[in-house]
């Protein structure tokens, strides 16, 4: 089959064009077509007044060999690839010590996933609940100000990404097409068929609930054992002949000793306490740069308006998203992430005493606010020492003053975009209603950064808002903080996936500093885990 990639059509274009512009491209008929197919599909909206379907499809026709020797001198034509994932290993017969893997967000779900399949029986184990017990208790905190610290938006199953957009895609190089295994798993387990085909798919929080179930019973049929409520205290190490620290096991909150030579370790980004057990235990820790800053909140209509002018509402378009970054004149970046098109800010506390927030949409989209993290990037000199997990120290700093600064009860700080650029308190919140639930109090939230922040933010705000017009409308409003954009620390791991100086223990995903979000994570649980099974004798 041959791909043709940049196939572009009007917005409204008729359902017989494509097969017509495909049949135009390759210079024959639609009758030497045998078939076709739809690879990707994306909108082209740099003019508005021309939006346009931009097509990935796969093609197969008559005389392939006669076509593609016409069409050779053609960059957006070539032979389709090959996406079938294919296991690189088979488990030895019983009698090898299990692999077990820490953690049941993307990265441990895939980890566990492909062990299962190659026969391999992991053992998972989450110090959080299982995702239906895990989502009763985050709304907990939502409705009622009351956090469960082993169970909320950061721990349990599906991990962080669980209450999100569920955005599947990643700016990752995938030569191997393994994201293409993380969709169709999807697919198998209750996503939409629509994330096969969509440049930019998401599935949202509910539709993710019986997915990460779907998956869990897929593994468990496979051999694969899951333990919920296990937090992980500490690891057993022994020494190699040559010196090097080599895994005996893991020790367990409950006292339990579990035996293995093989961990996946895909803790997440905001397992501090497993950090610092690690670092005491001498695993190699290094600091690493990330972000901080508040979620910023407009109605979805100034961002359809802004993004696609007069086809917003198009059926076909949805909520329209954004990406946003400005070069400070400070040496700042200042950029928007994890974009929430028609979602909400939730509470994403994991701490008794402090606040945090993240973005969270439904597949549907349809809620009446936009949100998006507004953040600053950092760097480990950035972090008050160079101790390893001086990052966390800093999160834990802001975090704890967002939570004193709105109230002590897990109520967020807010201000209006207005007073934040004027450097004045807000008194009130004004017609951009906030999402975040318990709910927002008016205040100073640019008093909760370090300065380097907030002039950078300051600077920032009119540049986004002559790309997208209103985006520093006075009453759009800042709710804080945003601290958790990724892990503080990395995980060093070398060419095998190993940690640097503990054979046997696989640094992964977004907790170890290898992956961020969903989709990237999940590819790097597939990695890790194809690394243990050729690790294997």
Excluded at 63 to 81: K, Y
Excluded at 193 to 219: D, N, Q, W, Y
Excluded at 234 to 260: I, K, P, S, Y
Excluded at 356 to 368: A, D, I, L
Aim: proline share 7%; glycine share 10%; net charge neutral.
């Amino acid at each position: 089959m041959l791909r043709i990639s940049e196939l572009k059509l009007p917005l409204d274009h008729a359902p017989d064009a494509l097969p017509a512009a495909i049949a135009a491209r390759l210079g024959v008929t639609e009758a030497d077509i045998t078939r076709w197919s739809v690879w990707k599909r994306a909108h082209d909206a740099r003019r508005k007044s021309a939006i346009l379907k931009v097509y990935i499809v796969d093609v197969e026709v008559a005389d392939e060999a006669v076509v593609r020797a016409r069409v050779s001198d053609d960059p957006h034509i070539r032979p389709t690839p090959d996406t079938t994932y294919r296991h690189v290993a088979k488990a030895p017969p019983p009698g090898r010590l299990r692999p077990v893997v820490i953690g049941a967000g993307p990265c441990g779900l895939f980890a566990g996933l492909i062990l299962a399949e190659m026969g391999f029986r992991p053992i998972i184990l989450d110090r959080g609940k299982v995702v239906r017990e895990r989502t009763k208790d985050t709304w907990g905190l939502w409705r009622r100000s009351e956090l469960n610290p082993e169970s909320n938006v950061q721990y349990g199953e599906g991990g962080a990404g669980t209450f999100s957009d569920g955005k599947l895609y990643s700016q990752i190089k995938d030569p191997r097409f393994l994201g293409r295994k993380v969709l169709t798993e999807f697919v198998a387990a209750g996503a939409p068929a629509e994330i096969l085909t969509e440049a930019h798919p998401h599935i949202g929080t509910f539709r993710l609930v019986t997915m990460v179930e779907s998956l869990r019973a897929k593994i468990e049929a496979l051999g694969g054992e899951y333990r919920f409520e296990h937090r992980v205290t500490d690891l057993e190490l022994d020494r190699a002949a040559d010196g090097a620290h080599r895994l005996r096991g893991v020790h367990l909150h409950t006292g339990e000793f579990l035996e293995t030579d093989q961990v996946v370790l895909a803790i997440g980004h905001s397992s501090r306490d497993t950090f610092q057990a690690l670092y005491d235990r001498g695993v190699h820790v290094e600091a690493k740069p990330f972000s901080i800053g508040f979620r910023i909140e407009h109605p979805q209509s100034w961002i359809d308006q802004a993004m696609f002018g007069a086809c917003a509402g198009h059926p076909d378009l949805g909520a329209a998203a954004y990406s946003l970054s400005h070069p400070c004149a400070n040496g700042r970046t200042v950029y928007s992430f994890c974009m929430c098109p028609g979602g909400t800010v939730v509470a994403a506390a994991s701490e008794p005493g402090r606040l945090v927030t993240n973005g969270m949409s439904q597949y549907s989209r349809n809620e009446r606010n936009a949100n998006a993290g507004f953040v600053v990037g950092i760097s480990p000199a950035d972090h008050g020492s160079d101790h390893p997990l001086a990052g966390i120290e800093l999160q834990r700093d802001l975090e704890a003053r967002a939570f004193v600064a709105g109230g002590r009860d897990y109520f967020a700080p807010g201000q209006r975009v207005g007073d934040f650029i004027a450097g004045q308190a807000s008194t009130d919140l004004g017609p951009v209603v906030p999402s975040y639930r318990p709910g927002v109090r008016p205040t100073d939230v640019a008093a909760l950064m370090p300065d380097y922040v907030v002039e950078a933010m300051r600077e920032a705000l009119p540049v986004f808002g002559r790309k997208i017009p209103r985006y520093d409308d006075p009453d759009a409003l800042l709710t804080g903080v945003e601290t958790r954009t990724s892990s503080p620390i990395r995980i060093t791991r070398g060419a095998d996936f190993q940690s640097l100086n503990v054979r046997g223990l696989y640094p992964a995903g977004e907790g170890a500093g290898y992956a961020g979000g969903i989709f990237s994570a999940a590819v790097d649980g597939i990695k890790v885990a194809e690394a243990i099974a050729l690790a294997r004798p």
